[in-house]
């Protein structure tokens, strides 16, 4: 009893070296220690009221699932805080629990009076139970829900009773039930007006700008759909951790957040050090060296939820700081990393989803999935595939076609079914279509219309370049029949199949032609290890620095395929691995064709190719971005909706208003000169 006294001192007093107790209050204060029954005796002059009355037509026989009856008075204290007991939640009541005393706690999600009865649903992270009272039987109880606003936090205690037919909600799961609300305790209010409403803003969200959202965050995690998004992410990575742990003896390791910046890849977020002046810490862009060094240590089988950071450009499926799910594995070859992975995401897919993926998936080789798709990450879900007619044109009459073959080009189509009718001429000259075309670098978009009788129109000088026979050999290579479209693109093979590879999706999800209840997950295999960097004019890494050869291209590893692997589902990249070098003269060999020098090999570096020589293992591993892969079974369209709290696209948080200057002090401390 004496600490409910000492609540009621000034903060300063009891927390305060300085400022011991005044003396009239530590004489009072011993004497309420020695006497601790006058605050008994007393407790009719404290400011405690009660916001409920009990009714004397409370049914008497109601079962409880309170702890005890003395526990049942809920008490409201102004600016006190107070911890209530709750014996129940609103989503998991049901039919069974009718004649049950409960205690709820919750927020008003909806509030609504009818004659003399008021309602109210109340919700917390369960989801939404009926609650209602009347006048007559409980009248503080009913005085108080009459005043509650939405969003209102709020505590209730009553019985659980079954509607009446008529008032039955199929639609809720709690649509049976309701509850006869007998007290009612506010624990907080709402001060300020609400910026959009949570229980309608499921139905109104995509007129909610994002903007608000993520500055109102709280409120707006209070939606069904993105307390679902939140709780389907813990459940992918709880059934993650059970599965490689319990099922495949994986290991849970912790990496360095504080790490060493490395020239490949995006850009660092790089940490100034204080006790090391003039120094730098790069937060990781991924663990990669560090696992790889892992399997060094002989940790056999590793795996990590691990938060990584890149400092680039954002997008809807980007973040500047975002999780993956990391894995490496020694003595583990090629096939046997792949059916380990296949059977990871298949049982994901199955418990979360209830669809069962194909068994094994489904594969195409880089130079496959570039040629037929213009993509590495090809959506197979529709077709339009892309076809190379380059030979058709040889020696043509059209310029640009005849200009683009002798300058080492090629010519590539997409045939659209029904296209003819379903773009017009001024729609594929400066409409939409031609639109997506200049966007992805094209200078221009021949095309051609394949007509009832068979005849084609479009550009003149493209129309009178084909021959009959020549026109046959186009409409057949491009399965084209009367109503088709063909669209062209010409150049080098890059940007050809940039350019028809964006064309490609506008249109299939423009025309519907994307069946959207198909679930489409492949494996990409074999690509080049390295690429060209015409800005740089050098050679880069495709994939990383780090990623092995394949043996067979080893006399000439410029031009060598690497054993590397992307993981595909619905045209979106969710994973992507490979296995490692593990020997150092192949990566010294690597690192001299990206043109890094053995003395910034062995200044950034230097302790991986030191680990190759203490006897490292074959190795190989894969990173699987677990934002982008909850995002998709959501079925959301932003990893923003899966993110408790997440950046904006200029990369800033619209909750903290991070990031933010900092003192000055801050500032010297790190040998920084404020401006």
């Known amino acids: 009893m004496s600490t409910l006294f000492l609540r ?58 309170l702890p005890n009856s003395k526990q049942s008075s809920i008490p409201f204290n102004d600016g006190a805080l107070e911890w209530v007991t709750r014996t129940g939640f609103c989503g998991n009541l049901s039919e069974s629990d009718v004649g049950k005393r409960v205690q709820l706690c919750g927020w008003v999600a909806l509030h609504r009076i009818h004659g003399a009865v008021t309602f109210l649903n109340l919700r917390d992270h369960t ?28 505590a209730v205690e009553g019985v659980v009773r079954s509607r009446p037919s008529e008032s039955v909600n199929k639609k809720m799961k709690t649509g049976k039930i309701e509850v006869a609300a007998e007290r009612v305790q506010v624990l907080n209010s709402v001060r300020s007006k609400l910026p959009f409403l949570v229980t309608t ?95 060094v240590s002989g940790f056999d089988k590793y ?78 879900r529709f077709d339009l595939e892309l076809k190379d007619v380059s030979d058709v044109f040889l020696d043509s009459a059209f310029k640009v076609f005849a200009d683009t073959l002798s300058n080492g080009g090629i010519i590539k189509t ?18 939409d279509i031609y639109t997506e075309a200049i966007k992805s670098g094209a200078k221009g978009l021949p095309f051609l219309k394949v007509l009832d009788d068979g005849n084609i129109e479009g550009i003149p000088a493209l129309v009178s370049c084909l021959d009959p026979s020549k026109k046959d050999n186009l409409l057949k290579r491009c399965s084209a029949v009367s109503g088709d479209l063909i669209l062209f693109a010409v150049g080098g093979r890059s940007s050809v ?63 060598a395929c690497a054993l590397a692997y992307d993981m595909v589902y619905n045209g979106v990249e969710i994973g992507g691995g490979s296995l490692r070098i593990y020997k150092r003269e192949v990566q010294e060999k690597v690192f001299e064709i990206l043109g890094i020098s053995p003395e910034q090999a062995e200044a950034k570096f230097g302790y991986l190719l030191e680990a190759f020589d203490l006897g490292a293992p074959p190795h190989g591993g894969i990173a699987f971005g677990l934002d982008r892969l909850v995002m998709l079974l959501a079925g959301a369209t932003s990893i923003r909706d899966v993110i408790a709290f997440p950046k904006t696209t200029t990369a800033q948080c619209a909750l903290t208003h991070a990031p933010s200057e900092v003192d000055s002090q801050q500032l010297r401390d790190l040998s920084f000169k404020p401006q």
């Open 8 to 65: 009621a001192l000034p903060t300063i007093t009891l927390r305060s070296k300085n400022f011991p107790l005044p003396f009239p209050l530590l004489r009072f204060h011993k004497f309420i220690i020695n006497n601790p029954k006058f605050l008994l005796l007393n407790t009719t002059t404290t400011r405690t009221r009660t916001i409920s009355s009990v009714s004397v037509s409370a049914s008497t026989s109601a079962e409880t699932l």
């Open 127 to 154: 989801g939404i139970v009926q609650v209602t009272t009347l006048p007559n039987d409980f009248p503080d109880a009913h005085s108080i829900v009459n005043d509650l606003r939405l969003e209102y936090v709020v």
């Open 201 to 295: 803003g499921d139905d109104v969200k995509d007129s909610l700008k994002e903007e608000i959202r993520l500055r109102y965050r709280c409120l707006d995690l209070r939606r069904p759909q993105m307390t679902s998004n939140i709780l389907l992410r813990h459940r992918v990575v709880k059934l993650i951790r059970r599965y490689l742990e319990d099922e495949h003896g994986f290991v849970e390791i912790e990496t360095p957040i504080l790490s060493k910046s490395t020239p490949e890849g995006a850009r660092d977020y790089l940490v100034p050090s204080r006790v090391q002046p003039g120094m730098f810490y790069a937060l990781p862009q991924s663990p990669q060296l560090f696992k790889q060094m892992l399997m």
């Open 303 to 380: 795996y990590q939820i691990a938060r990584c950071f890149r400092d680039e450009d954002l997008r809807a499926d980007r973040q500047p700081e975002f999780t993956q799910l990391d894995l490496e594995l020694a003595f583990t070859p090629l096939e046997e990393m792949l059916k380990l992975n296949e059977d990871l995401i298949r049982q994901v897919f199955l418990d979360i989803k209830g669809v069962q993926l194909p068994n094994p998936f489904p594969r195409l080789t880089y130079a496959e999935a570039m040629s037929r798709y213009g993509s590495d990450r090809p959506d197979i």
């Open 414 to 431: 997409i045939c659209v079914p029904s296209g003819a009718k379903a773009y017009s001429n001024t729609n594929l000259k400066k409409g």
């Open 497 to 559: 199949n940039k350019t028809l590879d964006r064309l490609r999706l506008y249109i299939a999800h423009h025309l519907g032609l994307v069946d959207q209840s198909k679930d489409s997950i492949l494996w990409v295999t074999d690509f080049p290890m390295f690429e060209w960097n015409s800005s740089e004019n050098r050679l880069e890494a495709l994939h990383h620095p780090f990623t092995a050869p394949n043996p067979d291209d080893m006399n000439d590893l410029s031009s």
